[in-house]
Structures are given as structure tokens and as C-alpha cells.
């Protein structure tokens, strides 16, 4: 049993951890140090006021596993593009399926949300079963649309679900 809250700038040293490892080979971005991440938080209170997005932590009873978030389209406010990173000590439990589902839930009764979309790299197997066991349908290619923590901007899958 998961549960999400707001992320707080708390959270920091935690998420510098998980973020922090080499196995996150398709995550578009990792924070240099946990000031990085600090800084980066901080952003969070004007994201969330402006409805720009909304960035959770992903809690197993006290313990911090994960993030996710939704971007707020700017333009279609009913369309939201959903991101999650886990713990790797927590993989392969559905974990990211589940909080999938609670963001679902929070972005539909707060923001009146009809369309969700993920994005993934063609590689990331982990992140297109979520998709999957989620209820997404592919409904493309996207030519390099996902700026990677290298520089370049890679191809993605689209992925949808419309209520
Ligand atoms: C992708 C990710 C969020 C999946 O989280 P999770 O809690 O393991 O997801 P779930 O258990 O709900 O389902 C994922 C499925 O893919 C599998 N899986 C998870 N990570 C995987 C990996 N790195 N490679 C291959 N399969 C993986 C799981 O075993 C599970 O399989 P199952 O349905 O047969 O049980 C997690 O691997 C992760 O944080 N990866 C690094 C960050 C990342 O890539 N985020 C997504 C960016 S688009």
C-alpha cells in the first residue's frame, strides 16, 4: 500500500539517492547533488500554484520509494502528461502502477483531467509495462521529442488513456 503526498523540500537527500544511479539509464534527468535538488524543489510551490505541475512523493508507509508528477498542459488543461521515477530496491512490485492510478485519480476530481499521456524511450521496457498494465494505448512515435540527460533528443513512444 502506497501513498501520495506533495513533495517537500525534505525530501531532498532521499530523492538524491534514488535518482542517483546508474541502472536510471533512460530518466531524462539526474540532479548533480543534493543542493541541485534542493534548488529544484524549491520551484515546486510556484509549479503547483501556477497549475503547471504537480509533483508527488510516493510513500510505503514512511519510507520515501518514488516520485511522480503531472505537466498541465498549458494550452488543453484537461490533458496531462504523467512521469514517475522508483526506488530500484522497490522495482517489479507495481508500485508505479499503482501511483499511476492515485495521480489518476487526484488529477481527474482536482483539474477535471479527460486525457493522460507518458512518454518513454523505445528502450524502456519498465516504464511501456506501466503504460500497458495502466490502461495506455500506443498511439505513436514521437520524432526527437524527449531531451536525454545527454543533450540530444531522442524519439519517444506516446502513450495515451482518455476517459
Ligand atoms: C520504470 C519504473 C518506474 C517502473 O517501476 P515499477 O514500480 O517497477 O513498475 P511496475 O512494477 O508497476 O511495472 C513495471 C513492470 O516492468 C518491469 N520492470 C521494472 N523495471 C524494469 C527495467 N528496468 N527493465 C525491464 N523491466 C522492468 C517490472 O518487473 C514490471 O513487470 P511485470 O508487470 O511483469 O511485473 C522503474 O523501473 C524506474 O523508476 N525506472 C527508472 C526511471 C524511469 O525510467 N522512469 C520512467 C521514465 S519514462
Known amino acids: 500500500m502506497i501513498i501520495l ?3 517537500q523540500i525534505r525530501d531532498a537527500q532521499r530523492f538524491f539517492e534514488i535518482l542517483n544511479n546508474p541502472n536510471f539509464h533512460y530518466f531524462g ?27 508527488y512523493t ?4 514512511d ?18 502528461e504523467i512521469g514517475y521515477f522508483i526506488d530500484e530496491a522497490y522495482w517489479g512490485q507495481g508500485i508505479a502502477t499503482e501511483a499511476v492510478r492515485l495521480l489518476e ?3 481527474m476530481q482536482e483539474l477535471r483531467m479527460t486525457r493522460f499521456e507518458l512518454l518513454m524511450l523505445p528502450e524502456n521496457i519498465g516504464s511501456e509495462k506501466v503504460a500497458i498494465k495502466s490502461g ?17 533528443k531522442r524519439d ?5 488513456k482518455t476517459l
Open 5 to 7: 503526498r506533495l513533495q
Open 29 to 55: 534527468s539526474q540532479p548533480e547533488s543534493v543542493e541541485a535538488e534542493i534548488a529544484w524543489l524549491e520551484g515546486n510551490e510556484k509549479r503547483f500554484s501556477e497549475h503547471k505541475e504537480w509533483n
Open 58 to 61: 510516493i510513500l510505503k508507509g
Open 63 to 80: 519510507d520515501i520509494i518514488g516520485g511522480i508528477g503531472v505537466k498541465i498542459n498549458q494550452h488543453r488543461s484537461y490533458i496531462g
Open 105 to 107: 485519480e487526484i488529477c
Open 136 to 152: 495506455y494505448r500506443k498511439e505513436g512515435l514521437l520524432q526527437k521529442a524527449l531531451l536525454h540527460k545527454d543533450g540530444s
Open 156 to 160: 519517444c513512444f506516446l502513450y495515451a
